[in-house]
């Protein structure tokens, strides 16, 4: 009989992308001793452009300098993938799991990353796709609704998921997202014809949709409140 599977989730609303990276990681050290379960982070950021280890800085279009003046950062991370852009209204996903203990290779753990946000989709109607050749994430179309970029450092996930439910999607207009260039974005606001709940709840069912698919059997929540979070 299958050990029953738990997934610990962090709901932490709006966080500083710094302080984010910091606490996954904390915690991503700690799940490589055991010291923690797998965890999930759910949350959103302040309008923050991220580019990925490649340092593809030619897909930022506008000058460095001007994006203080536009209200958003510019961080350099070590996760896959190219330029993306996390603000409000995006959902957010970092899981940070033990990619052994649950019998998956990177490429199969991207593609349930990608299911559990076109699960999401056609629970309003919308039908989305990943595993386009080449270019991860998920598409409307060819319209981008949701962008993966992830790191595994011995077995232990970081970083991972971005879902656009309603940002601004004007942000995206001075990257090259993704670094694809003859693909725009789109939103779940844009592509469904359903009036959509509060983006907690859009969250909670992103969540949901993932722990199924990644086989947790039960989910424990905790709240910013009850959670310290250093930096």
């Known amino acids: 009989m299958r050990i029953p599977r738990n997934l610990e989730v962090w709901r932490l609303?709006?966080?500083?992308?710094?302080k984010a990276l910091k606490l996954?990681?904390?915690?991503?050290?700690?799940?490589?001793?055991?010291?923690?379960?797998?965890?999930?982070?759910?949350?959103?950021?302040?309008?923050?452009?991220?580019?990925?280890?490649?340092r593809t800085d030619?897909?930022?279009?506008?000058?460095?300098?001007e994006l203080k003046n536009m209200g958003a950062e510019l961080h350099y991370t070590q996760r896959g993938g190219d330029i993306t852009f996390?603000?409000?209204?995006?959902?957010?996903?970092?899981?940070?799991?033990?990619?052994?203990?649950?019998?998956?290779?990177?490429?199969?753990?991207v593609e349930n990353l990608e299911s559990t946000m076109t699960e999401l989709s056609s629970l309003y109607g919308v039908k989305a796709h990943g595993q386009r050749k080449c270019e991860t994430g998920v598409w409307v179309g060819d319209r981008k609704i949701g962008a993966i970029g992830v790191?595994?450092?011995?077995?232990?996930?970081?970083?991972?998921?971005?879902?656009?439910?309603?940002?601004?999607?004007?942000?995206?207009?001075?990257?090259?997202?993704?670094?694809?260039?003859?693909?725009d974005v789109t939103s779940l606001r844009t592509e469904t014809d359903l009036v959509l709940p509060d983006?907690?709840?859009?969250?909670?069912?992103?969540?949901?949709?993932?722990?199924?698919?990644?086989?947790?059997?039960?989910?424990?929540?905790?709240?910013?409140?009850?959670?310290?979070?250093?930096?």
């Open 199 to 231: 983006d907690e709840v859009i969250q909670e069912q992103l969540v949901s949709c993932f722990a199924r698919l990644f086989g947790y059997n039960d989910i424990i929540w905790k709240d910013k409140n009850v959670i310290e979070i250093d930096g």
């Open 58 to 65: 030619y897909n930022l279009l506008v000058p460095e300098s």
């Open 13 to 18: 609303g709006t966080v500083n992308y710094l």
């Open 151 to 183: 790191r595994i450092s011995a077995g232990i996930t970081s970083h991972g998921l971005a879902f656009n439910i309603d940002p601004d999607l004007t942000f995206f207009k001075h990257i090259v997202p993704c670094g694809i260039a003859d693909k």
């Open 86 to 109: 996390h603000g409000p209204h995006q959902a957010i996903l970092y899981p940070i799991i033990s990619l052994r203990d649950i019998g998956l290779g990177a490429r199969k753990y």
């Open 24 to 54: 996954q990681e904390k915690l991503a050290s700690d799940r490589k001793i055991n010291k923690i379960p797998d965890t999930l982070l759910s949350l959103q950021h302040p309008p923050t452009y991220t580019l990925g280890k490649r």
